[in-house]
């Protein structure tokens, strides 16, 4: 435990220094991301698809290979989707991925910083993220631009992975996202941010700094964030 730990910090102030993924990087990615999030991206896109109230404009904070929005697009053309991230690299991998699957038509993508969305206020009905949290240097000031570009009913969902769960959290969310203990727990280290960061640590401080509307909800290995403009 206390070498994940280790391992953990020194990853997040790695990723949060970098921020976006270079180009080796980005291929890597590319090539493991989608098999290792599949599972969650759908459960993701299930998710938007069950939510009663109006969300037409989503918005990827973070989007990485684009496989979240490729999905929905596959599901649905009612939405109007939009991938942002900050690496060019990663936005070729996402471009190559949408032309693979004809949804050209359905999704645009912006090279952008999340600490400043170029998006005008109360722009986007829904933001999802998966995986990114842990790469933003300044959390609070990426929650104030989600509050602001989101309407009035929007909410974004911020999804991480926290590895400083129960050993029967962990077997239980291997069997839904069909990936071995050892693998999420692994990928959780690596690539996310524990529980006890947004209870009491430092993602709680940034969301009290940015006074945001937010609720926590635990489902295993995956932490999600809700954030709400009231």
């Known amino acids: 435990m ?27 990615y590319g090539k493991l991301a989608s098999k290792l999030l599949r599972t969650l991206h759908l459960n993701v896109v299930d998710e938007i698809l069950s939510r009663k109230t109006d969300c037409k404009r989503v918005l990827d904070l973070g989007c990485g290979t684009a496989d979240l929005l490729t999905i929905l697009a596959s599901k649905s053309k009612e939405f109007f989707l939009v991938g942002l991230d900050i690496s060019w690299s ?18 645009d993508l912006i090279n952008a910083d999340a600490h400043k969305l170029p998006l ?60 071995s203990r050892l693998l999420l727990k692994t990928v959780a280290a690596l690539h996310g941010i524990p529980r006890r960061e947004f209870i009491e640590g430092c993602i709680r401080k940034s969301l009290k700094k940015a006074n945001v509307c937010y609720e926590l909800k635990f489902n295993g290995i995956v932490t999600k964030l809700v954030i709400r403009t009231h």
Not at 3 to 11: D, P
Not at 16 to 28: A, E, F, L
């Open 2 to 28: 206390v070498i994940l730990k280790t391992i953990n910090y020194l990853m997040i102030r790695i990723q949060r220094r970098v921020q976006g993924i270079p180009k080796p990087g980005s291929i890597v």
């Open 90 to 107: 990663m936005l070729r991998v996402s471009l190559r991925n949408i032309e693979k699957h004809n949804f050209k038509e359905f999704i």
């Open 120 to 179: 005008r206020d109360k722009s986007i009905d829904l933001i999802v993220s998966t995986g990114t949290l842990h790469h933003i240097r300044k959390p609070e000031e990426v929650f104030f631009e989600c509050v602001r570009v989101l309407s009035n009913s929007g909410e974004a969902w911020i999804y991480e992975f926290s590895h400083d769960i129960a050993l029967k959290e962990v077997s239980s969310s291997s069997k839904r996202l069909k990936r």
